[in-house]
């Protein structure tokens, strides 16, 4: 069993920056892909970022914009977004596949843990 809390949401204006952070309970994080969902009102939850340690995954509405990181030693995970628009208002999650393949690790399904979510609101 793999826990996820994730923290640093909140309420921004348009062009500011927020970095969330993902702190995992397992020491083995490095076996994992790590995702970062978003789901905004009345819309399906959808990934905006992944990392397997060795590559990066990145929705193109957000590229150039999120930058997802890890430390495997500090069981943590980041997603750090810059130039925030008023459509990345969402509930953010933190997720853990033990897939690392491309081909499905960009699919909800493939995650089975998850972390609460945090709100990120962009101000226009």
């Known amino acids: 069993q793999v826990q996820l809390v994730e923290s640093g949401g909140g309420t921004v204006q348009t062009g500011d920056s927020l970095r969330l952070d993902c702190q995992a309970s397992t020491r083995y994080l490095s076996s994992y892909t790590l995702g970062w969902f978003r789901q905004a009102t009345g819309k399906e939850r959808e990934l905006v970022a992944a990392?397997?340690?060795?590559?990066?995954f990145y929705a193109d509405s957000v590229k150039g914009r999120f930058t997802v990181s890890r430390d495997n030693a500090k069981k943590t995970a980041s997603l750090q977004m810059n130039s925030l628009k008023p459509e990345d208002t969402a509930v953010y999650y933190c997720a853990a596949s033990t897939t690392t393949s491309r081909l499905t690790y960009t699919y909800t399904r493939y995650y089975r843990y998850w972390g609460q979510g945090t709100q990120v609101t962009v101000s226009s």
């Open positions: 990392t397997t340690g060795d590559n990066t």
